[in-house]
């Protein structure tokens, strides 16, 4: 009896429970269907039109700032600097004295031979007054010729040394010219590597000077960088030159090239600057990139023509930074945005256009 009065009460209990959660979910369903739709989010997006005009592709570089000539000047013969006569950036004329170095040496070399020369002079005299008289012997018969060939050997060897003693005094005074260091050519002095005072060893720099004239190299790889001689190179913007070669030697496993400027840069030599080479210029029709849409079978152009979004298939010839020529242009307006919003443009329905003419 208890038994069958348990299950009665579960079973009462399980209907009670159906029940209960039947209607629940009826009055959650209503509920639901109740709730006011959500909003769907309206897409923006700008349009653009193509433009006829000239691109540039530009590439850039680190350079730096070099003299176009330089050179470092030293002495051909050692000696003590008496004194230097510029300073560094001074500009000096060619043939212009920039180094004296001591002569006292040299003069007294040349004072010595001098007295040299006046002995010898008299010993050539002698000799010649001796070889006269033996002549005269000789042709009388009272002289061997022997002696007269001795006397004529003993003058030959004194016209031999007074010849050589003129020779060195000469060269001596020729030497004294290298005693003062000239400016090959008109220019800036760069730097002064001795002073006043200081030992001047045979082919120790002295004097760096360079012609005032500058120019501007730069390495990069041949594999990457197409660099050629003639193209344009800028500066913000500005061009500032053209590359005049290609240098046959690499440094540190880079090619480098030399910038013949064509304006001033107000920087000093060893400067390093940004410039840009254009290496490669076109004429055509230009979009921005951001109305590019990439896709697996080529690139596209989402254009806006009867209120509407369509793909066109564009070919691309090369791009900028900023801005594509393309080989055909496009006489639609187009869509410009990141590449996820243009690829929705194609199924949203809630576009609006912000700049549709």
Do not use: W
Not at 112 to 119: E, T
Request: glycine share 4%.
């Amino acid at each position: 009896m208890k038994k069958k009065i348990i299950t009665l009460i579960f079973i009462i209990l399980a209907a009670v429970a159906v029940y209960s959660g039947r209607q629940l979910l009826q009055k959650r369903k209503a509920e639901i269907e109740n709730l006011p739709l959500p909003l769907v989010k309206k897409l923006r997006v700008d349009l653009a039109y193509a433009k006829e005009g000239r691109l540039e592709d530009k590439e850039k570089f680190l350079a730096q700032i070099k003299a176009k000539k330089s050179i470092k000047l030293s002495t051909k013969l050692a000696g003590y600097i008496k004194r230097v006569y510029v300073d560094e950036s001074d500009f000096v004329n060619k043939n212009q004295t920039l180094v004296e170095i001591d002569k006292e040496e040299i003069l007294l070399n040349i004072k010595a031979l001098d007295s040299a020369i006046m002995a010898q002079r008299s010993d050539l005299a002698f000799a010649k007054e001796v070889y006269r008289r033996n002549l005269k012997l000789y042709r009388a018969g009272a002289l061997a010729k022997e002696k007269l060939d001795a006397s004529k050997v003993a003058l030959k060897a004194k016209e031999s040394s007074l010849k050589n003693s003129i020779a060195k005094k000469n060269q001596l005074k020729h030497q004294l010219n290298y005693l003062k260091i000239r400016a090959p050519f008109s220019g800036y002095i760069e730097a002064i590597l001795l002073h006043e005072g200081d030992l001047a060893a045979v082919g120790r720099p002295i004097i760096a000077m360079y012609n005032g004239k500058k120019k501007v190299l730069f390495s990069f790889s041949p594999k990457r960088s197409p660099i050629e001689p003639s193209l344009k190179v800028l500066q913000n913007n500005e061009v500032i030159g053209y590359i005049d070669r290609i240098y046959p030697t690499a440094k540190n496993a880079l090619a480098v090239a030399e910038v013949k400027l064509t304006k001033d840069i107000p920087l000093p030599l060893g400067s390093n600057l940004e410039i840009e080479v254009v290496t490669k210029e076109a004429t055509g029709c230009i979009v921005p990139n951001n109305a590019l849409l990439h896709k697996k079978d080529g690139t596209y152009i989402v254009v806006y023509k009867d209120k509407k979004f369509h793909l066109r298939r564009v070919e691309v010839l090369f791009s900028s930074d900023s801005y594509t020529l393309l080989k055909e242009c496009i006489k639609e307006p187009f869509a410009v945005a990141n590449e996820t919003k243009l690829a929705k443009l194609l199924v949203y329905k809630n576009v609006e256009v912000n700049n549709e003419q």
